[in-house]
């Protein structure tokens, strides 16, 4: 299983909160299957992700890659494990957010 790093972790859980708020019981299923897709493709093929968004070319990072999963943006490092350092909803001002 991929890991999270504390900050990507509270990003899914804002995430969470925002659509429990609205209740949004098909949001959050949503999201929760987006992150499963996205760790399963990231334990697949790690070194497959994109260098940045397409929208966001300046989020190029060494040892950073980025994976789409249905409405989500997900970061990772690729080092000797791969982890899930960001997660955002598509239209979220991901470089204000970085």
Do not use: C, N
């Amino acid at each position: 299983m991929t890991g999270y790093t504390g900050e990507a972790l509270e990003q899914v859980r804002a995430l969470r909160r925002h659509y429990e708020g609205l209740d949004r019981d098909a949001a959050i299923r949503a999201l929760d299957q987006a992150l499963a897709e996205a760790e399963a493709k990231i334990e697949r093929a790690p070194a497959k992700g994109l260098p940045a968004p397409r929208p966001y070319p300046q989020l190029a990072r060494p040892g950073r890659l980025w994976v789409k999963s249905r409405r989500y943006w997900i970061a990772y490092q690729t080092g000797p494990a791969p982890v899930i350092v960001a997660v955002f909803f598509e239209t979220a001002d991901i470089p204000g957010r970085l």
